[in-house]
């Protein structure tokens, strides 16, 4: 009798291996290989059920596919306008993020146009009724299936023929087709595998929850990745109720959208101006507060910066940044030091971004500087004024992307000046109610503020 032979496949980035391994050649990570085996996968579970054939470029209907609508115009936004049927969209985020109850919500709505089937295979469906209770939903068409084999799903599904799935999560369900254990990179490529041929012959709408590793990447790894036509991350800081979902890939829209949601007792609200609901706390008369327009996707955010720099009574002083990268205010603390000629040697020096949003790029350079300037001076920032601009390492300011969108946002809640790079100047219509100062040193912007 031949001997079954087993392989190993790594549990990070789904590289097959005939003999174990201790780290992974290919992504580097430590006890990843994991001993499974072999899959022989039937071809007709993988075909699409109609043949496809040659078809002329010019003949390809390019029609906008109908969206349908999810009832909640933040989570349309993200997906490029509604879901475009027969996609699979994987919802990625840490645990207790929100995804269930996103999803919840979302298929509250959904299941008013059509028959929607939610199968919850981390929880039992009265779990599922609590929480709907608290969210209330109360919807006739909404079903609910707790069920882990992948086969009694697609049964289920073709018995009550529903217009909306949704798995949560990915990880839980298994195929009897393979022996490894739920969650392991052969049954989590194996289920999407033939959820999305379902998902492509049925036209059937399928949202995915994913896990997130402690590194940040969906968990059960990048093929599934691949694998979707849509990866949204939810994210956002637990202690903060703000909640933003980023499009990651969309093979049907835009990856620069986001949609912005408020954890509240009821479940998520949406925010439509997530600007005014960031500067909603803002003290206005404290020194080391700075008004930042910043951009998400395409989406402009004003957000406000607070810094803190007070003498230290150690030795090294410390530095901490909370919602920007440690590095990137190293360095503009060392732009402060020599280029603008102010000492924070000796200094403790902590820079915050109010309402627990994450900015990682690099127009918030200039108002992290004024921040940190105006807390170390002990002066107050005009409140009525905004910047943005990114600082090169002899202090010059550069231009950056976009400069009309934010200036038009900050405009539009009340901001009367706005200090942005000087090359930013050119080209750009701003209404009557803002002034625009071009700068191209940042010392200027500290004269123009504390003049
Ligand atoms: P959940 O959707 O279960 O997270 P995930 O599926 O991403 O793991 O959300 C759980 C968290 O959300 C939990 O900490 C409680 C909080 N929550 C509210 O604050 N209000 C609510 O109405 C609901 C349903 C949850
Ligand atoms: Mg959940």
Redesign the pocket.
Known sequence: MARQKTIYSCQQCGLQSPKWMGRCPDCQQWNTLVEEQPVAVSDHSRALPQPGKPEKLTEVSSREEDRLSCGMAELNRTLGGGVVPGSLILVG??????????L?QAFAKLAESGTALYVPAEESTRQVKL?AD??GINTNHLYLLAETSLEQIKQRIKELNPAFLVI?SIQTIFSSGLDSAPGSVSQVRECTGQLMVQAKGDGLPTFL?GHVTKDGAIAGPRVLEHMVDTVLY?EGD?GHPYRILRAVKNRFGSTNEIGVFQ??????REVSNPSELFLAERPEKSAGSAVVASLEGSRPLLVELQALVSSSSFGTPQRTAIGIDHKRIALLIAILEKKIELSLAGQDIFLNVAGGVRLDEPAIDLAAIAALASSHLNRVINPQLVLFGEIGLTGEVRAISQPELRVKEAARLGFTQCILPNGNLKNIEVPDTIKPVGIKHASEALDIIFE
């Open positions: 985020g840490d645990p207790g993020i929100g995804k269930s109850t996103l919840l929480r608290r969210l949560d929850v939810f637990p954890m509240q007792e009821q479940g998520l």
